[in-house]
T-cell receptor, first 113, second 117 residues
Framework: NAGVTQTPKFRVLKTGQSMTLLCAQDMNHEYMYWYRQDPGMGLRLIHYSVGEGTTAKGEVPDGYNVSRLKKQNFLLGLESAAPSQTSVYFC????????????FGPGTRLTVL | AQKVTQAQTEISVVEKEDVTLDCVYETRDTTYYLFWYKQPPSGELVFLIRRNSFDEQNEISGRYSWNFQKSTSSFNFTITASQVVDSAVYFCALSEAIRQGAQKLVFGQGTRLTINP
């Protein structure tokens, strides 16, 4: 049972390039979330999904797109990366109810030059 | 709007000292959940505890203890007999229901705890 995994762990992009971050969970969780962590700001919600085939915007969705084609995977895409998207990205998942704990992946450190 | 304040940006203590990390929250919800997460130097986020708003009983887990006081909207975390391995950034978080059963975690800014040998 690997829990929540994220790939890649590190990535450096040039402004304007695109990339996809992959989050995978093997806990059969319904809910999945993408957060970003910036220095001194804690974590902020980018997008989330309440089940396979669904996505919704969080607090800071601009510049990102997401897809949840399979229940175990949640992809975060950057179509045209900007330096402001330099951050650490965390994926999380929870089983079902609003009361359930979110478990986080190890994070992806992204630098946009 | 929900808000979590961790007023202590950094704390540094000597090993074996007790240390308390403060967390104050704001919410209009009558039912909510509070969390503590640990982020060690390796960067991952480790879940420590979840507490619901109806349960004000303090919790102890080994050297860790949590004091939840609804009257002061606080959920403080104490480490007893601290160890170097406790060095990390600690985040307090508050749940906010969004839609279809999903919840957003509202995080405080974190407290960087350094335990010196």
């Amino acid at each position: 049972n690997a829990g929540v995994t994220q790939t890649p762990k590190f990535r450096v992009l040039k402004t304007g390039q695109s990339m996809t971050l992959l989050c995978a969970q093997d806990m059969n969780h319904e809910y999945m979330y993408w957060y970003r962590q910036d220095p001194g700001m804690g974590l902020r919600l980018i997008h989330y999904s309440v089940g396979e085939g669904t996505t919704a915007k969080g607090e800071v969705p601009d510049g990102y797109n997401v897809s949840r084609l399979k229940k175990q995977n949640f992809l975060l895409g950057l179509e045209s990366a900007a330096p402001s998207q330099t951050s650490v990205y965390f994926c999380a998942s929870s089983y079902f109810r609003v009361t359930d704990t979110q478990y986080f992946g190890p994070g992806t450190r992204l630098t946009v030059l | 709007a929900q808000k979590v304040t961790q007023a202590q940006t950094e704390i540094s203590v000597v090993e074996k000292e007790d240390v308390t990390l403060d967390c104050v929250y704001e919410t209009r919800d009558t039912t909510y959940y509070l969390f503590w997460y640990k982020q060690p130097p390796s960067g991952e986020l480790v879940f420590l505890i979840r507490r619901n708003s109806f349960d004000e009983q303090n919790e102890i887990s080994g050297r860790y203890s949590w004091n939840f006081q609804k009257s002061t909207s606080s959920f403080n975390f104490t480490i007893t007999a601290s160890q170097v391995v406790d060095s990390a950034v600690y985040f307090c978080a508050l749940s906010e229901a969004i839609r279809q059963g999903a919840q957003k975690l509202v995080f405080g800014q974190g407290t960087r705890l350094t335990i010196n040998p």
